[in-house]
């Protein structure tokens, strides 16, 4: 019983590393129609890099309503982005920041 554990959480781990894999495969190919989440996480932590409304973040960086309403909380929840109440603004953090340098690194990593 216990080998079938550990076997189903190694191919657990596999396709988790599959999917990130896959989103840094399509952010390398640079075709916007198939965009990862951590490339589109990129993207609004770039664009926020100033405290920007939702819907600038939105239209600048060519997302639906629905998939922004999805990434929102979790950049929040991995404090990558925070909130300024008093006007509902989005801003990268410090961690956010540290998120794109990575993110730049291993881009050039990856690159042919």
Aim: net charge positive; aromatic share 8%.
């Amino acid at each position: 019983m216990r080998s079938l554990k550990s076997h189903c959480a190694a191919h657990l781990n596999m396709l988790r590393e599959t999917i990130i894999f896959e989103d840094l495969k399509k952010s390398m190919q640079g075709n916007y129609l198939h965009r990862g989440h951590l490339q589109i996480f990129a993207e609004i932590l770039n664009f926020c890099q100033e405290p920007q409304v939702k819907t600038h973040v939105m239209y600048k960086t060519n997302i639906s309503f629905t998939m922004l309403q999805k990434c929102l909380p979790q950049l929040l929840g991995f404090e990558l982005l925070e909130m300024h109440h008093s006007v509902e603004r989005y801003a990268t953090t410090e961690k956010g920041h540290e998120f794109l340098c990575k993110w730049k690194d291993l881009q050039m990593l990856l690159r042919p």
